[in-house]
């Protein structure tokens, strides 16, 4: 367990715990749960200003901790990077296809990945900041092709399903990617801006490419 000074809460409630105190009081986090704390930090400061944004000392600030609790918790700054933009890809790929689940229904997916919780302009400022550093850190290289192979895996799954009931033969991996893509596109589109771009005319969108190879398919 970790201590970090709190805003007037004891982590335990010992026999003094209502006795007047001189000094800081102290809240106990888990491992984990500072880990967390960090990467959301680091999340936000990326949100907010950016790449150049994401430094250690405004990190610690963000999360008011020290520098060496961050190195406890991380080997190096980009393995923090790398962790905030995993945690970036697991919320979207557990709002949009679930790990541990039977094949997604290609309906629900391309309603899971238009979703209006998706589409926010922090999240456009932290997804650019990210995607700018991929090609130049391997660290978040890494961390992205983990990820998107994931996502890919998933979506094959959903159009192969769909592809069954249908009585289709599709190449599932290239319609995936065609899928993928046009989807990065729209949300992009959409965070740019929404009033250009509804959810209604996203969704159309994707349902004209996916019906194109596997014909037409409940909404």
């Known amino acids: ?88 890809y697991d919320r979207m790929l557990g709002a949009a296809a679930p790990m541990g689940e039977g094949a997604p229904d290609l309906a629900d997916l391309v309603e899971a990945v238009l979703s209006d919780d998706l589409i926010d302009r922090e999240s ?4 650019l900041a990210l995607w700018g550093e991929v090609a130049n850190n391997p660290a978040l ?8 192979d994931l996502y890919a895996g998933r979506v094959v799954e959903a159009i192969r399903r769909q592809a069954r009931i249908a009585g289709r033969d599709v190449d599932a991996g290239s319609l995936a990617v065609m899928f993928i893509s046009l989807v990065d596109g729209l949300w992009l589109e959409r965070c740019i801006d929404p009033a250009r771009l509804s959810g209604t005319a996203a969704r159309r969108a994707c349902h004209g490419l996916l019906e194109a190879f596997l014909g037409p398919f409940p909404r």
Not at 124 to 127: D, V
Not at 141 to 148: D, W
């Open 1 to 88: 367990m970790e201590a970090d000074a709190a805003d007037g809460r004891d982590a335990a409630n010992g026999p003094d715990a209502g006795a007047p105190r001189s000094g800081p009081r102290f809240r106990r986090y888990t491992r984990d749960q500072r880990r967390a704390m960090l990467i959301e930090a680091g999340l936000a400061c990326i949100a907010q200003g950016g790449i150049a944004a994401f430094t250690v000392d405004r990190i610690c600030r963000e999360a008011k901790a020290s520098r060496g609790l961050i190195a406890h918790h991380f080997r190096s700054k980009d393995e923090l990077l790398a962790a905030v933009y995993a945690t970036m």
């Open 124 to 127: 456009l400022n932290a997804w």
């Open 141 to 148: 290289q890494a961390e992205h092709r983990r990820h998107y």
